[in-house]
């Protein structure tokens, strides 16, 4: 069973910066593309971003592109999500997943099968 937990979570003022990280269980954490995603109240959950297995294809969501970065170290199990210049609108519960299928690429947008259990974000004004 693969358990992923988020932290980095907090409070920040807008344009500040966080970094969240999720780290995984199990020996296999680097064959899987991994995914970040978030869910502000009253909505619905929606893609953030995303690494292939080997760290070297990332993708964003053109809400956050040029303002978060992913990254991974398999050495440590663990995916990160740099935020910087944050908005009230980045307020949301972040959520990391794992891709459901060995290896292959993070686009188009995989089926993830395990996800971690939030971590709460949130931007004042």
């Known amino acids: 069973q693969v358990q992923l937990v988020e932290s980095g979570g907090g409070l920040v003022q807008t344009g500040g910066s966080l970094r969240l990280s999720c780290g995984a269980s199990?020996?296999?954490?680097?064959?899987?593309?991994m995914g970040w995603f978030r869910q502000a109240p009253g909505k619905e959950r929606e893609f953030v971003a995303a690494?292939?297995?080997?760290?070297?294809?990332?993708y964003y969501a053109d809400s956050v592109n040029g303002r978060f970065t992913i990254s991974r170290d398999n050495a440590k199990n663990t995916v990160y999500l740099q935020m910087n210049s944050l908005k009230p609108e980045d307020t949301a519960v972040y959520y990391c997943a794992r891709k459901r299928t060995i290896f292959g690429d993070a686009w188009p947008p995989p089926i993830y099968d395990y996800w971690g259990q939030g971590t709460q974000v949130t931007v004042s004004s």
């Open positions: 199990g020996r296999t954490f680097s064959s899987y593309a």
């Open positions: 690494i292939s297995w080997s760290g070297h294809n990332t």
